[in-house]
């Protein structure tokens, strides 16, 4: 019998996490590893291998074809273009210390879309060739040009299936913009920091101006309810919020999903906010003591279950092969396929991060523009650095299948792509959310099992997540 490679990985008290190149992955001892190491497997390994499909007694056969085919499905496949991100002004009614795109003043002439790009956008939606679409309206502040807003939706009602998202700050509500939003294809996005005082502090720089933003937030919740509507949280690891409060914020308007964000190292924040460039120990601590925080919660109250969105993803990557499109980890991460960012004059890049470096002046990422196109030699560069499936340190990484190359975050933090993968901020994020995700999975903690099923949308109460050697 022949024995498929399985990449170790240490889960504490004399457990080890051992995981095939397909994802597929199991628990067992360090005797386990010993005798694997030493080439001494015992039938009973032999034949608990064999049932789990680490093993297999000839190439062709039903096994091995089938660790061909997870093997396969782990690697991403980019489609056709559908989904775009739209910059139609760069302005903004707000001064975050930790603005990610360095956004212009509200009176600041020439940062929004002019009459040649939106005819080059709109352009650009009619060439698309998918029936689904999904297009979200970054800033600035989009809500400040409503008139290029729905310029683009109603440009693109030819598509039978179809999704708009506005990314708002919400500091103001015109009726125009309540019009847009009354739409049932359209979605809203916004930041939620915590309670008043800590959204004050952080983004609008006033009570009055915090308390106008939770009244309107209030507002839309009533008229159109919480899945309309994300909200997610910027956390200063410096001065976390506790995690009682800052769940208390969305629980108590009905939003389940908290997508714990810590400053991103981009924007002004990268002088603001140079603490940033690295997430410590201490953020890691903090961020398990919140996950901590809504499992607890969850179990004393379950008529609404509450989620970490990216922890959430992360369990996605390990149990669902294919689960793509949420591109930090998709791998190879294909640049300016299926999906672009087109910048408020008509400069197109592969991420919104990448968007962001151009404009703090760190680097130029742009892969092209929407009038001429993006099948260029920078794009070409970008993607062949797109993928971690060669890389040394990742070949040996337990949490490779489940991981992604994000080329852009090195970029930013570092100046170069060349550094082992273990020197990265990117790699040692990811580790850490996928050991603390399978120190989860086998937590046999009652509470811990409960929301690993409701978030991974798992039927039944009694289910094992994961595979014990036996």
Known sequence: MNVLPLRPWPLGNDSCLFVSDTGAFFAGDEAFLDRQIESSLTPPDHAFLARQGHAYHAEGDVAHTAHAHGVAKRFARAGTLDYLILVPTLRCNLSCTYCQVSRAPIDKAGFDWSEETLSAVLALVDRLETPSIKIEFQGGEPTLRPDLLRAVIERAQRFPDRQFVVCTNLATLSAEIIDIFDRPDVFISTSLDGDSKTHARQRTGSAAEAQRFAENLDRLLRRYGPDKIAALPTVDPQSPPEPAELIEAFASRGLRGIYLRPINYQGFA???????????????????????????????????????????????????????????LRNPNAAGVDYVVIDHDGRAYPTDEARMLARSGVIDLSIGDVATGWDTPARQLLNDNATNALDPECQRCAFQPYCGRDVVDDLARYGTTDLKRTETAFCRRHMHLFDFAFRLIYDPNEAVQYSLRRWLKVPGDKVCLGAVLQ
Request: proline share 2%; aromatic share 12%.
């Open 270 to 328: 990268r002088k603001r906010h140079a603490h940033s460039r690295e997430q410590d120990v201490a953020w890691r601590a903090y961020y398990e003591r919140f996950v901590g925080a809504l499992i607890e919660r969850n179990w004393a109250d379950q008529t609404q279950v509450l989620e970490e969105t990216y922890l959430s993803h992360c369990l996605k990557r390990i149990f669902q092969p294919g689960h793509d499109r949420h591109v930090d």
